[in-house]
């Protein structure tokens, strides 16, 4: 049985998907009826709830995947397609440490927080108070968090860490930071950076290059579904191909 406040996704006969905290005081109103949350408790994860009018929901254990999707949000998250590679590239796992900048709404600290464990570390940076708050509140409600330490802070004034095994820069302008971003990472690290366009990716070209950096390589990832249907198997009619550039590189001692 799932326990108190912990989160859970309900997905409908149609396939709408809640990620809800359990709650068994409350309900949850649905266009299939009415579902008590103590009914979702009882049947546990793997097994089915049924609402007044009798309509079943799955109750699943949500994934990583689940979670990142389910941020409660005010800016553009980072998306599980470029968040998966992100964690590869940077070494993402057990024991290491990273920076992040900025924090947003918290989808790639939450992964992070997630594959780095017990004995790993992120320390988040994040300048606007409002999404400082909003990551901190967003780990929190994914039981997520004890391994991330957050700044709200101008990474304009520099890290206060050293030699750490990663950087990750999500911030509009990071080629005004790879001084900051060089001082603060070991020999070696890998750094990521996501951009939206072009013009922007050029100019943090231009600073890697004359910089400290090397191995820079720049990517972007599409992701194209299917429809599920075995006797007519076919693309999804809609697509969301680019969500931003990913640039990563590694400092030169």
């Not at 397609?81 to 590869?88: A, P, S, T």
């Not at 790639?108 to 400082?132: C, D, N």
């Not at 901190?136 to 304009?156: C, M, P, Q, S, Y």
């Not at 020999?187 to 600073?207: D, I, K, M, R, W």
Request: with cysteine; hydrophobic share 40%; aromatic share 8%.
């Amino acid at each position: 049985m799932p326990s108190p406040g912990r989160l859970v996704l309900l997905v409908s006969p149609k396939g709408k998907r809640y990620l809800r905290p359990l709650d068994p005081e409350r309900t949850l109103q649905t266009n299939e009826g009415i579902l008590k949350m103590s009914d979702v408790a009882e049947a546990g994860f793997g097994r089915i709830a049924y609402t007044h009018l009798g309509q079943p929901y799955q109750v699943i254990k949500p994934s990583l995947y689940d979670l990142v999707k389910g941020v409660k949000r005010q800016t553009q998250i980072i998306y599980p397609k470029e968040i998966g590679y992100i964690l590869l590239k940077l070494g993402i796992g057990p024991g290491a440490s990273v920076i992040e900048a900025g924090s947003g709404s918290g989808s790639l600290t939450l992964a992070m927080s997630f594959m780095l464990g017990e004995t790993g570390k992120v320390y988040t940076y994040e300048r606007r108070p409002e999404f400082f708050e909003l990551c901190r509140k967003n780990l929190e409600r994914a039981g997520l968090g004890r391994n991330v330490e957050h700044f709200n802070a101008d990474i304009a004034d520099g890290f206060l860490q050293e030699n750490v095994d990663a950087l990750f820069l999500d911030v509009r302008t990071p080629w005004e930071y790879l001084d900051q971003a060089a001082k603060a990472v070991a020999p070696g690290a890998p750094l990521g950076f996501l951009l939206p366009t072009v013009n922007q990716v050029s100019e943090l070209l231009a600073g890697l290059e004359a910089g400290p950096f090397a191995d820079t390589e720049v990517l972007e990832i599409l992701l194209r579904r299917y429809k599920p249907m075995p006797e007519r198997l076919r693309p999804e009619d809609r697509m969301v191909a680019h969500t931003g550039f990913l640039i990563f590189a590694r400092q030169r001692d």
